[in-house]
């Protein structure tokens, strides 16, 4: 007789388990924090004894390097840390309609050319929308194998019956487990059918891209519950009304997550960008206040952005502060340092912040960029066209040197801008070429005397 698996309803705060589910945890009593698990039933005991392992001396041993494989993707290689590791599990997230299946039929469409075989678990789309999607890419005869199916246990006898090199799950709120009784898509059925697929993909040596939708609001029903059993997760970003699309690496067992990949979206699907500063500032307005061009390090890669301000008179009480693509609590900071060491009036203006090309910025290093557009869109006086800027700003308007400034300045030289306004500590002894000169600012005041904004 086949024993049916035994489930609770555990709280994933302080780990009570009931056995039916509740809306409030009896123990803590935090709101909504019951999710259904499989648990082991305790009388039966393991028939065999439990592997132990024995210690041995760190030098005895050796370590082999994995095995890796190209994608065909290069922007997908180079974030994953050089290929797709055999045997490794990877959480494709990001919102619907970003990108993810386009990617991920494109990295299978590449591994099925090299005449590997691939398994696409369909659970969103039919097969016959698999194949519309393929023919877009040019794919249509590569050889994928799709399977329409959304139990765990189906996919994982399929994995054993082809024996796929790769298998991509599109995606894992669709699937569930035969386990449980809770509905397909809530958190206790994707960790459960994720972590099933997981142990088997792993003892198989079988490489797995799991594709999961990560809502609006930030709190998702799947990615965040999946973190800690795969290899790694990759974030698509970008928003849907722009083209250009980053893939980041947030955590890599067998890479740095330091790498970012740009694509761009078209007919034929996702094509990588060689040169993201120029895609960046492609449609940038000559000449228009509110301006300003900003040298950001995306991972270990320096990019080029446009950092666009717009200022304008307030008719509400409290003015609005909206930072797209930028940090809020640190925009805020930034206005007040301008309005207080500068004396640009803001408390009766509306600020609109922009990062062109749907980017998102969070290191301190947009300050100075911030600083200039916002000054630059108050006073209604443009910015030089060939200035590029970075620096962290301080609270009593000092200016902050920052990590790699000779990256940054050697991208702004490559993209053909003639000045690069920075921190005074990183100008110190800086030489990018002959054609590139360096402006150190210690303070904004030194900023606007040199953009002449005062
Ligand atoms: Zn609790």
Redesign the pocket.
């Known amino acids: 007789m086949k024993r049916a698996l035994k489930t609770a309803f555990v ?1 994933q ?4 388990a009931a056995p039916r589910w509740l809306g409030q ?1 009896p ?4 709101w909504g ?1 019951l999710v259904e698990e499989a648990v082991a039933d305790a009388r039966i005991r393991p028939t065999t004894p439990i592997a132990s392992s024995a210690t041995q001396p760190l030098a005895t041993v050796t370590a082999t390097p994995e095995m890796r494989r190209s994608t065909g993707v290069g922007e997908l290689d180079r974030v994953l840390g050089g290929g797709l590791v055999q045997g490794s599990i990877v959480l494709l997230g990001g919102d619907p309609g970003i990108g993810k299946s386009t990617l991920a039929l494109q990295a299978c469409g590449a591994l099925a050319g090299q005449g590997l075989p691939v398994l696409y678990v369909a659970g969103e789309e039919s097969p016959e929308q698999v194949r519309l999607r393929a023919d877009r890419l040019g794919l249509g005869d590569s050889g994928i194998l799709v399977l329409p199916e959304t139990t765990a246990e189906s996919v994982i006898e399929q994995i054993e019956r082809v024996k796929p090199c790769a298998v991509v799950v599109d995606s894992i709120q669709t699937l569930h487990t035969t386990a449980l009784a809770s509905a397909p898509g809530s958190v206790g059925q994707v960790r459960e059918s994720a972590a099933l697929l997981v142990t088997r993909c792993k003892a198989s040596q079988t490489a797995c891209f799991l594709i999961g939708h990560v809502t609006k609001e930030g709190a998702l029903a799947g990615p965040r519950v999946l973190e800690h059993l795969v290899d790694t997760v990759l974030y698509f970003e970008g928003d849907g009304a722009h083209a250009l699309r980053v893939l980041r690496a947030v955590k890599n067992r067998f890479g740095s997550t330091n790498e970012v990949g740009v694509f761009e979206m078209g007919d034929r699907g996702l094509a990588e960008v060689g040169n993201p500063s120029a895609a960046f500032l492609a449609e940038r307005p000559a000449g228009a206040p509110g301006s300003a061009v900003l040298a950001t390090l995306e991972g270990s890669r320096p990019v080029l952005v446009e950092i666009q301000a717009l200022v304008s008179r307030s008719a509400l009480a409290m003015p609005r502060r909206t930072p797209i693509g930028l940090d809020l609590g640190r925009t805020a900071l930034l206005l007040a340092i301008l309005e207080k060491r500068c004396g640009v009036r803001l408390h009766d203006q509306d600020v609109f912040l922009n990062v062109a090309g749907g980017l998102r910025i969070d290191e301190p290093a947009a300050d100075l960029a911030v600083i200039a557009s916002v000054a630059s869109s108050a006073r209604g006086k443009a910015l030089p066209d060939d200035v590029v800027l970075w620096g962290e700003v301080g609270l009593t308007g000092e200016v902050r040197s920052v990590a790699r400034a000779d990256v940054r300045a050697r991208e702004a030289a490559r993209q053909g801008f003639a000045r690069c306004i920075l921190p005074a500590g990183n100008a110190r002894g800086l030489v990018v070429d002959d054609a590139t000169r360096v402006h150190g600012v210690a303070t904004v005041a030194d900023l606007f005397d040199v953009l002449r904004l005062s």
Not at 27 to 30: G, K, Y
């Open positions: 709280c705060q302080c780990g009570h945890c123990a803590c009593d935090a924090t």
